[in-house]
């Protein structure tokens, strides 16, 4: 399996994280079987009493809203500096560019004649 929403628990909590991660492979398979991992994984969270969990999911989604809030400035930054693509994605566009403007130039020839 690629990547598990349930990613953030493997390390400190590596049950509950295979529990998850089994949900998810059989959410489209075996609709039954998913439901009772989620179950399974509701009842280990209430028995262990992992009052932190909820804490931690928050303070996590904080972190990456913070990341996502600071993208466009970043990318922005990026784009006016001019590192957002490599040197040949440049001199490509350029070409193209040139390109069209000599079509534009044959077009408007063609209809003046």
């Known amino acids: 399996m690629t990547f598990s929403n349930f990613s953030f628990l493997e390390s ?9 991660q089994s949900a998810e492979f059989h959410l489209f398979q075996d609709a039954v079987t998913c439901i009772f991992k989620i179950r399974q994984f509701g009842e280990r969270v209430k028995v262990k009493g992992i009052n932190q969990l909820p804490e931690k999911i928050e303070s996590q989604y904080q972190s990456l809203k913070s ?4 993208l ?12 957002l693509v490599g040197q040949e994605v440049r ?3 350029r070409e193209l560019e040139e390109l069209g403007m000599v079509a534009e130039g044959v077009g408007i020839y063609n209809k003046l004649n």
Do not use: H, M, S
């Not at 400190?12 to 998850?20: A, D, Q, R, S």
């Not at 990341?67 to 600071?70: F, T, V, W």
């Not at 466009?72 to 590192?83: C, H, S």
């Open 67 to 70: 990341k996502i809030d600071q």
């Open 91 to 93: 001199e490509y566009v």
């Open 72 to 83: 466009p400035q970043t990318v922005l930054a990026k784009a006016f500096r001019g590192e």
């Open 12 to 20: 400190e909590f590596p049950i509950l994280f295979n529990i998850g």
